[in-house]
């Protein structure tokens, strides 16, 4: 575990941009919320590994069917790569993009 710890600092410290790019401003991050159906999981955990900013984690509680679903422990992090979508075999989870609101 802590190795899996050290390389994610390790990650977060070379995502830094040694400079700014000069289009910075054309361009922003997407923001969405994160849905669970948790009558459908079934407890794989692929949404919970595979997902990039560590959004989800399992969750105490189960199910009807006695698996653990997954919770959004960071939903403000999620930036709508809906890998947890395309992983779940069972599609008990999606994202919707919120809209970004103008700032004049």
Same mark, same amino acid.
């Given at each position: 575990? &802590?190795?899996?710890?050290?390389?994610?600092?390790? &990650?977060?410290?070379?995502? !830094?941009?040694? =400079?700014?790019? %000069?289009?910075?401003?054309? *361009?922003?991050?997407?923001?969405? $919320?994160?849905?669970?159906?948790?009558?459908?999981? !079934? /407890?794989?955990? %692929?949404?919970?590994?595979?997902?990039?900013?560590?959004?989800?984690?399992?969750?105490?509680?189960?199910?009807?069917? /006695?698996?653990?679903?997954? !919770?959004?422990?960071?939903? $403000? &992090?999620?930036?709508?790569? =809906?890998?947890?979508?395309?992983?779940?075999?069972? *599609?008990?989870?999606?994202?919707? !993009?919120?809209?970004?609101?103008?700032?004049?």
């Amino acid at each position: 575990m &802590q190795r899996w710890t050290e390389s994610k600092m390790h &990650q977060e410290r070379t995502l !830094k941009l040694w =400079r700014t790019p %000069l289009d910075v401003e054309k *361009f922003s991050t997407p923001h969405g $919320e994160v849905h669970i159906i948790p009558a459908r999981c !079934k /407890g794989c955990n %692929l949404c919970v590994e595979y997902c990039p900013r560590d959004v989800l984690v399992i969750s105490e509680e189960m199910n009807e069917k /006695g698996y653990h679903p997954p !919770k959004a422990i960071h939903p $403000e &992090q999620c930036v709508v790569c =809906r890998l947890c979508e395309l992983l779940c075999p069972e *599609f008990c989870i999606y994202t919707v !993009k919120l809209e970004e609101e103008e700032d004049e």
